[in-house]
């Protein structure tokens, strides 16, 4: 079984989420909440909810076909990044001049599987 979360327009920048999601990669799903958790980087809650989400996904989902869920078994198959929309300000400077300013957004995707699930 596999449960999936998405979550999008994060206001996190690609590479440095990129960073947090390589971490988890292939770990139990509470071993890798307990990382993030502790991670100090800022990239690391947002992720972690993502991470939380997925979980319950699995409950709900498990819970919807009648069949036990063993949370501590939960295996993250599948984490990736994607780039999301630049949002573009400006910033007035001195004679006219105006300083453009890209805020990078991203697409945090996490995918938990169970044991039978992640093969």
Do not use: C
Not at 37 to 52: N, T
């Amino acid at each position: 079984m596999e449960a999936k979360a998405i979550a999008r327009h994060v206001r996190v920048t690609p590479r440095k989420a990129r960073r947090m999601v390589d971490l988890i990669r292939g770990k139990k799903a509470a071993e890798a909440i307990t990382i993030l958790k502790f991670a100090p980087q800022d990239a690391s809650v947002p992720v972690r909810k993502v991470l939380e989400s997925a979980v319950a996904n699995a409950r709900v989902l498990a819970d919807k076909n009648n069949t036990p869920l063993r949370e501590n078994e939960l295996i993250v198959k599948e984490t990736y990044v994607d780039e999301g929309v630049t949002l573009k300000r400006f910033r007035a400077r001195a004679q006219g001049r105006a300083g453009r300013i890209n805020k990078r957004t991203s697409h945090i995707t996490v995918v938990v599987a169970d044991k039978e699930g992640a093969r």
